[in-house]
T-cell receptor
Framework: DTGVSQDPRHKITKRGQNVTFRCDPI?????LYWYRQTLGQGPEFLTY????????KSRLLSDRFSAERPKGSFSTLEIQRTEQGDSAMYLC????????????FGSGTQLSVL | QKEVEQNSGPLSVPEGAIASLNCTYSDRGSQSFFWYRQYSGKSPELIMFIYSNGDKEDGRFTAQLNKASQYVSLLIRDSQPSDSATYLCAVNKETALIFGKGTTLSVSS
């Protein structure tokens, strides 16, 4: 058990560029979540997968954001046409499907949009 | 009304004192309640969870839940400087967790 792994740890991009982040959950966990956190705020829910199915998306999630979990293992989060307001820490978390939602977080990807 | 509310602090306590962190939530249907600790620049780490009314103790930490008042708290006994961090309260909404803004705790030696 190596924990939740996220790559890259840091990403600097120019406004208008596309970026993609990867998350590898804890191996036996079938639920995977993406959150976004800005300074002074708690993590904000973006979307969640159960195995390969994307079951819930926040209504706040722009259509520039897309997430996939093609084989029910790792997941990617893509942001198209980045904006300065997208600058944040993007956190991935995973959990077992036990009904009590204990989430374990990765180290996050810090995105800076210039 | 925000779904999960916490006083952002900072809460300052001397070493050895009891730190009391509070959280209120709006959804009466919530069943699972969590406390995460987040050090500056790091990701949240789960430290306590509670599902039933009453108290749950784990070492120096005690979580308290009152569903009638929609209130969750975390007590940290014998506070140490290493406890200085932001403490996030999280409440389930369907299958996701909704987080508060966090309370910053500072323990002075």
């Amino acid at each position: 058990d190596t924990g939740v792994s996220q790559d890259p740890r840091h990403k600097i991009t120019k406004r208008g560029q596309n970026v993609t982040f990867r998350c590898d959950p804890i191996s036996e966990h079938n639920r995977l979540y993406w959150y976004r956190q800005t300074l002074g705020q708690g993590p904000e829910f973006l979307t969640y997968f159960q195995n390969e199915a994307q079951l819930e998306k926040s209504r706040l999630l722009s259509d520039r954001f897309s997430a996939e979990r093609p084989k029910g293992s790792f997941s990617t989060l893509e942001i198209q046409r980045t904006e300065q307001g997208d600058s944040a820490m993007y956190l991935c978390a995973s959990s077992l499907m036990t009904g009590n939602e204990k989430l374990f977080f990765g180290s996050g990807t810090q995105l800076s949009v210039l | 009304q925000k779904e999960v509310e916490q006083n952002s602090g900072p809460l300052s306590v001397p070493e050895g004192a009891i730190a009391s962190l509070n959280c209120t939530y709006s959804d009466r249907g919530s069943q699972s309640f969590f406390w995460y600790r987040q050090y500056s620049g790091k990701s949240p780490e789960l430290i306590m969870f509670i599902y039933s009314n009453g108290d749950k103790e784990d070492g120096r930490f005690t979580a308290q839940l009152n569903k009638a008042s929609q209130y969750v708290s975390l007590l940290i006994r014998d506070s140490q400087p290493s406890d200085s961090a932001t403490y996030l309260c999280a409440v389930n909404k369907e299958t996701a967790l909704i987080f508060g803004k966090g309370t910053t705790l500072s323990v002075s030696s």
